[in-house]
């Protein structure tokens, strides 16, 4: 069947489409690099026929047109369901908020829960000759955006990667509102930042040392599980499978070293899963068209049962901090938002079902202020404001460049003992300290 005739008629341009938006809405842009562009700059040029327009989307990769000017707040606010250093200028200059989730349940938000959407507006790859306009990397709960929504405008990018494989990753024509061709500027990239340190690559080290033949991996982002990525590409591993939150530049030098085959998976097997995507071209250009990849929604990839269905599943994820009784903050600095809960839980949970399975959440031992003090990651208590993440007794592996420990069963004293023997050592007296006057110290030894 020939959809042109139906796409010229709902072809219009960014302008024409913003009409839609009236005060009071709630509008969606989207999610990480799809994000709405070409249509944000149009609905910026509306602003002061608009009030109380509510913004929703997340990672944002450049700032948004709406918010150039220095009253953005008296019309718009932005509602993110994890932060970008962006957003968190933006919470600072007082009209964003983060939205607390467990991302494997985003898309049942906006199906049960009050998360409708007048108005939904995000970038998508060309339409195939089907009919279809894929969402490119970031399946994530779109489908749920799409069928929680009055009107759907999608602003086709021709350097938009089609990621296929998987399921709900793509919107029909018939579902669309409107059509409008945006200038076709490059997908936002997010780099992999620096070279590993040497903290980065001595917890790399040890995590990968517990890594066996075959297993299935969840990268998170940062220095270190990048770090771990470039470990394992040098490693002698091999037959390994990927089932992921968010897919990173790491994975793409993992497979293109020939590591990954997907071939031991239990599920999905010789298929490399995931939920979104975001890194630099080198990645997009990996994940377009690819038929390796699976391109799926949240609600799947990250739902403890798809996880734990996989053998030697291997999570390995960062944190800003952890206290000694284990609990892990991993999204904000005190009551500053940092980023956002994302996955994290849902595969802390997952890893430790899973036969063989193990959850590594990774450190540094301690970092420096901007003032140049030396400050431990390793607390007796989390900071007052300090989002837990992880539960304590969801804990499992906790990895700094000092070692190594598995907090599973362990009670209050020894879990205490082994995050001190872990932390950096020009804190570890202070913190026996602590732990002593909390009561939860009960040897001398080090």
Known sequence: MDYSQEYKQKLVSADEAVKVVQSGDWVDYGWCNATANALDKALAKRTDELKDVKLRGGILLKPLAVFEREDAGEHFTWNSWHMSGIERKYISRGFAYYAPIRYSELPRYYYDLDCKNDVAMF????MDKHGYFNFGPNASHMM?????????????NENMPRCLGGFENSIHISKVDMIVEGPNDPIAEMGAGGPATDVDKAVAKLIVEEIPNGACLQLGIGGMP??????????DLKDLGVHTEMYVDAFVDIAKAGKIN???????RFRQTFGFGCGTKKMYDY??????????????TNDIRSISALDNFISINNAVNIDLFGQVNAESAGIKQISGAGGQLDFVLGAYLSKGGKSFICCSSTFTTKDGQLKSRILPTLDNGSIVTDTRANT????????????????????????????????????IKEAEKMHIWRRSNK
């Open 262 to 268: 997907g071939s031991k998976k239990n599920i999905d």
């Open 396 to 431: 499992h592996y906790v990895v700094t460049e000092y070692g190594k420990v598995n907090l599973k069963g362990l009670s209050a004293w020894q879990r205490t003992e082994a995050l001190i023997s872990i932390a950096h050592p020009q804190f570890r007296d202070e913190l």
């Open 287 to 300: 994940l377009d068209d690819n038929p390796e990849m699976m391109s799926a929604p949240v609600s799947y």
């Open 226 to 235: 990048n770090a771990v990525g470039s470990l394992i590409a040098e490693s």
């Open 144 to 156: 749920a955006v799409c069928e929680n929504s009055k009107k759907i405008i999608v602003e086709v």
């Open 123 to 126: 970038q998508v790859a060309p």
